[in-house]
């Protein structure tokens, strides 16, 4: 196999979508820190950083960057790595005592080994780095240092700081990096000229924000019971790294400079607290299967390769591989080859819903259908919050014919303030099945708006404006979601 930060087509796409913009706009510093332990003294996050950049202009930055990356189609559907990710994040952020704002976390498909943090609470994980995590408190540390980037209100400080640029400034930034993509010769030419001077009041300031991330992360990740150790012990893994591959570094290191300064801080900090070992989940050795095996050209390969892991015992979880065995023969479309495995795992964890919803891949790929619906049905009684399961059952609900079952079902779903946009797509989707097309439209344009693609929310809310069943009181609804979503955009966008 590759080394997870080999450059591949699709990775120097994705870089140029987020790399470039985020190196020169959000948390990127070329300089050494402070040989000093960090005094733990954070800034007052009331100060005028938080009117610099309002929460709806932060929000209206992430999700230009969102919408960029959903259009590319970077960003993985995978339901059940999107809600542990999810949920990961949300337990990192419960430790806080206090109200957090919304928070949307994300998996990008990339092999390279990076996570980023967006305005708006979008926080991005690279299936490399999940890959490249030896741990779940690893894993679990990167996550707690991205959120505190978007809690320590990082890019609202230095744009502050920056002399209060203008947004079409950073956007600028942005359209710079995007332009990339097809013209990297421009692309620099349009950052430098967007930069114009800024470059080192900019790296001047964010040097202590890697650090103080870092502080607040550990603090967090000690809270929400993980090991504070996690979060060093993976950068010095990757600072290690680079010894044996010279020049070549992992993209996380390049876009979160590690500096042996900062490096012993963050140890410092973590050693701090008493030493605990933390076993790692099952769901976190059964996501990595899933990203494993998606790295992989053809089902056949992955199958091969895990069926190998599995003969030699070079694995650090039997059940993760197995699972890994399983969905890669399934894959392959071998259902009768995968069943005994499958068997095995039901047998050792009869209560896990990932197994449950193999098991019904491997019915509906043998043509039980209703076995494989019962199966998901039953499954969904027990874990009436599992993404995963929800998602699939709706949508093979969908495609025999019985879309009104499926709306019950996804209704019930986002009336809970779910953060799951794909609900809502597949909402819009069961609602053009039964001849419903203002619920269709209606639906679609809260699918985009959670994307970031607020334009596109408001082309949805105007078609629907001109169904002929509409009556007064869904015109009013109407008109107050266009408004609300208005709100949020470029006074231009929102004209359009």
């Excluded at 950083?49 to 969102?66: H, R």
């Excluded at 044996?244 to 140890?267: F, I, V």
């Excluded at 009436?384 to 399961?389: D, I, L, M, S, W």
Aim: hydrophobic residues 40%; glycine residues 6%.
């Amino acid at each position: 196999m590759q080394r997870l930060y080999d450059t591949n087509p699709l990775a120097d796409k994705i870089k140029a979508l987020i790399s470039k913009a985020l190196v020169r706009v959000l948390i990127i510093s070329t300089t050494f820190f402070p040989s000093c332990l960090y005094s733990g003294e954070l800034p007052d996050l009331g100060n005028s950083a938080s009117a610099i950049l309002t929460p709806a202009q932060e929000l209206e930055l992430g999700s230009s960057i969102m919408k960029e990356l959903s259009q590319a189609q970077v960003i993985s559907h995978d339901a059940y790595v999107t809600q542990y990710l999810q949920g990961l994040g949300y337990r990192l952020l419960a430790t806080q005592g206090q109200a957090q704002g919304a928070y949307h976390f994300f998996v990008v498909k990339d092999p390279t080994i990076n996570a980023f943090a967006l305005p708006g609470g979008f926080v991005g994980v690279n299936t490399g780095l999940i890959l490249a995590s030896e741990s779940e408190s690893e894993l679990a540390g990167v996550l707690a240092h991205e959120v505190a980037h978007v809690q320590q209100k990082h890019m609202a400080r230095m744009y502050e700081h920056m002399g209060r640029l203008r947004l079409s400034t950073i956007a600028g930034m942005l359209a710079a990096a995007l332009l990339a993509t097809q013209n990297s010769q421009a692309a620099s030419g349009a950052m430098a000229a967007t930069l114009a001077g800024s470059q080192q009041v900019l790296i001047n300031y964010t040097r202590d924000h890697e650090k103080e991330a870092d502080y607040v992360g550990i603090n967090a990740l000690k809270k929400a019971g993980f090991d504070p150790n996690g979060m060093p012990a993976f950068f010095h893994r990757m600072s290690q790294e680079t010894r044996y591959y010279g020049n070549h570094l992992p993209e996380y290191l390049m876009t979160h400079p590690l500096t042996e300064s900062r490096l012993m801080e963050a140890q410092a900090r973590a050693s701090s607290f008493p030493y605990k070992q933390i076993p790692d989940s099952l769901q976190y050795h059964l996501v990595q299967a899933r990203v494993l095996a998606d790295t992989f050209s053809t089902p056949q390969e992955a199958s091969e390769f895990f069926s190998k892991r599995l003969a030699k015992g070079n694995y650090r979880s039997r059940t993760g591989t197995l699972y890994g065995y399983v969905i890669s023969l399934l894959d392959a479309n071998k259902p009768q080859q995968a069943k005994p495995y499958l068997d095995e795992l039901i047998q050792s964890t009869p209560n896990q819903p990932l197994f449950q919803l193999a098991y019904a891949q491997m019915e509906m790929a043998m043509q039980e259908t209703d076995k494989a619906l019962s199966r998901l049905a039953s499954t969904l009684e027990n874990h009436p919050n599992n993404y995963a399961v929800t998602y699939t059952y709706c949508e093979w609900l969908i495609k025999v014919g019985n879309a009104n079952k499926a709306i019950a079902i996804l209704k019930n779903q986002v009336a809970r303030k779910t953060a799951y946009s794909n609900f809502w797509y597949l909402l819009s989707q069961a609602y053009v099945k039964t001849n419903n097309p203002l619920q269709a439209h209606l639906a679609q344009a809260h699918f985009l708006k959670m994307q970031g693609d607020l334009s596109g929310a408001v082309i949805q809310l105007r078609m629907a404006k001109k169904v002929s069943t509409l009556n007064a009181q869904e015109q009013r609804q109407i008109d107050a979601e266009l408004k609300d979503i208005q709100s949020k955009m470029d006074p231009k966008q929102a004209k359009l």
